[in-house]
């Protein structure tokens, strides 16, 4: 019996070490466009059909030995121990249940409450961020409030926030727009006091500025969009997302994470290498942070509520930075240098990205 067909490919791929390119090819645009795009050599070509026939082991030889490995463990490296997702359920449990004692005589654990963020949309990472959740308050609440002269908003916020300084009086809890943050030594929980609206998965939250108001919400939609996104991108988006996460962290970039989430989004449905997995993974982030410097100064839409949400620039030179590595890092990996295509991604990603593999 002769070699396996996909091994031959290998061997001839390993043998032509073609060039790999430094541009993204074929970021989902329509064919009539693609003869602007760098196109790849033929035998650049034959690589990318080795990829693209599923092969997940990284090959042999000078092409790309140690990406799948590295990506694999710094995604490892970013998830919650079994400690800390438990830690972060008691606190939320305890948070819910001072609430429910306050506003409905009970003290459950989990009712009238629900997850939203990270927690929600399975994007958080370590080390550990806020919690952050909704609690919906009973319509007489909102009917007391009303009667207020002035900012009746700002004054439901303090009332909250006095319950939980009641029940942790040793813990900081202020309120922070439409958030009662209630900090705790390892983790804070963020609640959004809210009212349902007869709209499904519809909430009013409180709006303090210019003299008080209420904002609609739709934070169901958004843990849904991540899901279905998810999906269709073979399990790529929420790894993206927590990835640039941990940028977001080790490079102090001033975009909110619901920005990047949706920008990763986007960015994936587009994305030729949208199904394939961790072998991939250096390109697409490559390939994203060279297309993020393209959004600069730009909307980002809300699912739900259709919100258009300006992003801004500020956040644009740590992208340029990032770009510039990650090229660095690609060329790197191609010649199976370890430890120096390593260091590459951990000025980006930080030391969770590891160097050795």
């Known amino acids: 019996m002769g070699p396996h067909p996909v091994n031959g490919l290998l061997s001839l791929a390993q043998l032509v070490s073609p060039p790999r390119p430094t541009a993204p090819v074929g970021l989902g645009l329509p064919a009539s466009l693609l003869s602007s795009v760098p196109q790849r050599a033929p035998s650049t070509a034959l690589v990318e059909l080795v990829r693209g026939l599923g092969v997940e082991s990284a090959p042999t030889g000078p092409v790309w030995g140690f990406v799948r490995e590295r990506f694999r463990r710094f995604l490892d490296n970013l998830d919650l121990t079994s400690q800390q997702v438990e830690d972060g359920l008691v606190k939320q449990r305890g ?12 003290n459950s654990e989990n009712r009238n409450a629900f997850l939203i963020g990270s927690w929600a949309k399975g994007t958080r990472i370590r080390p550990p961020r806020d919690v952050d959740l909704y609690f919906l308050l009973p319509a007489e609440v909102f009917y007391r409030f009303q009667n207020y002269g002035n900012n009746g908003q700002s004054a439901l916020l303090q009332e909250v926030r006095s319950r939980l300084q ?13 958030v009662v943050l209630a900090a705790f030594h390892s983790y804070s929980v963020e609640v959004v006091p809210a009212f349902a609206l007869t709209q499904a998965n519809a909430y009013w939250v409180c709006d303090t500025k210019n003299g008080g ?21 073979a399990g790529n988006v929420r790894r993206l997302v927590r990835m640039l996460k941990a940028w977001q962290a080790w490079c102090s970039v001033p975009i909110k994470s619901f920005y990047l989430e949706l920008l990763a989004i986007d960015f994936l449905d587009q994305c030729a290498w949208r199904h394939q997995g961790y ?9 994203f942070f060279q297309w993020m410097i393209s959004r600069a100064n730009s909307f980002v839409i809300a699912p739900g509520t259709r919100e258009f949400m300006w992003i801004g620039d500020a956040w644009k030179s740590r992208s340029e930075s990032a770009y510039a590595r990650a090229l660095k890092a690609c060329d790197l990996e191609y010649g199976n240098k370890m430890t120096e295509a390593g260091g590459e991604w951990q000025k980006i990603f930080g030391l969770d990205i590891p160097r050795i593999v």
């Open 213 to 233: 108001s209420y904002k609609k919400t739709m934070p169901l939609h958004e843990v849904s969009a991540i899901e279905a996104a998810d999906a269709r991108n």
């Open 95 to 106: 948070v819910i249940s001072c609430l429910n004692t306050a506003y409905y005589g009970h």
């Open 166 to 178: 009641a029940r942790y009086p040793g813990s900081s809890i202020r309120g922070d727009g439409p």
């Open 279 to 287: 072998f991939y993974y250096d390109w697409i982030c490559r390939d």
